[in-house]
């Protein structure tokens, strides 16, 4: 089993930039994809960022491309999201993932962090 937990969230100003990092304390870290998803309040949940079991595979939401990066460390059992440019519109509760494929859905991933908060002061 896989417990994801999230850290570096924060407050930041609309241009500013965040690093987030997830990491599982499991020998079998490396066996997963790693997802990142985000809500909002009064939203649902939504997909942002997913890297596959060896990095080689990413994808991203629309709403990210180009100022997000999803990375990972398998020897550090850790995934990180780089996030540039932040808007006001990013802010929200970010959450990591592990499933076993890199995809989009959040019915595709089996174990969740509890989330890092992220607000963007416009």
């Known amino acids: 089993q896989v417990q994801p937990v999230e850290s570096g969230g924060g407050l930041v100003q609309a241009g500013g930039s965040l690093r987030l990092s997830c990491s599982a304390s499991?020998?079998?870290?490396?066996?997963?994809?790693m997802g990142w998803f985000r809500q909002a309040p009064g939203k649902e949940r939504e997909f942002v960022a997913t890297?596959?079991?060896?990095?080689?595979?990413?994808y991203y939401a629309d709403l990210v491309r180009g100022r997000f990066t999803i990375s990972r460390d398998n020897a550090k059992n850790t995934v990180y999201l780089q996030m540039n440019n932040l808007k006001a519109e990013d802010t929200a509760v970010y959450y990591c993932?592990?499933?076993?494929?890199?995809?989009?859905?959040?019915?595709?991933?089996?174990?969740w962090g509890k989330g890092t908060q992220v607000t963007v002061s416009s």
């Open positions: 499991t020998r079998t870290f490396a066996n997963y994809a």
């Open positions: 993932a592990a499933g076993s494929h890199a995809r989009l859905r959040v019915s595709d991933y089996d174990y």
């Open positions: 890297i596959s079991w060896n990095g080689d595979r990413k």
